[in-house]
């Protein structure tokens, strides 16, 4: 008779008796009391949530000149000038009349994506000059000869061996 033991996070099961081609034995499971994490979030109110996503939704300016003085709100506009910050240090455009907060993070999470495939492909590319439609552009060109060259490769290097 073999015991077996695994072991699953914080529970233990034991399955005892485990003998192979023997379908009538029966499984003991020995477990412990599951722990739900449901403790460790903080909850936020229905008026609270309307309120961001309202706010989310304004431009910049608006968001900005907000009046009211709650905690989450303070945070909401302490992202949004840090934000600003980050989109006027890569250089990504932005109207604070026009534009709203989900739109410039889209933008600025994108620019700085292609900035850091631009440093990993070692490409010449001014970060001062944006324009995400002809960095992509560029991206693919360099994975589109990168791919050609892997596969020149591959076939001179078969070819060697003699396959």
């Known amino acids: 008779m073999k015991k077996l033991i695994y072991k699953q996070k914080n529970n233990y099961f034991v399955f005892s008796d485990i003998i192979p081609f023997r379908k009538n034995r029966k499984k003991q ?27 989310y939704n304004k431009p910049i300016k608006e968001l900005l000149s907000n009046t009211d003085n709650s905690l989450e709100v303070a945070e909401l506009i302490t992202d949004t000038k840090s934000l600003l910050k980050e989109a006027s240090d890569n250089y990504v455009p932005f109207d604070c009349q026009k534009d709203n907060y989900n739109d410039l993070r ?48 591959k076939f001179d290097f078969y070819l060697g061996k003699g396959l």
């Open 29 to 55: 499971i020995i477990m412990t009391k599951p722990t739900y994490e449901h403790d460790k979030y903080d909850y936020v109110s229905l008026q609270t949530a309307k309120l961001f996503f309202s706010l």
């Open 106 to 153: 889209d933008r600025v999470d994108e620019y700085k994506n292609l900035l850091e495939l631009v440093s990993i492909y070692g490409l010449d590319w001014d970060p001062e000059y944006y324009s995400p439609r002809e960095l992509k552009q560029q991206i693919m060109d360099y994975e589109l000869i990168a791919g050609k060259n892997q596969t020149r490769e």
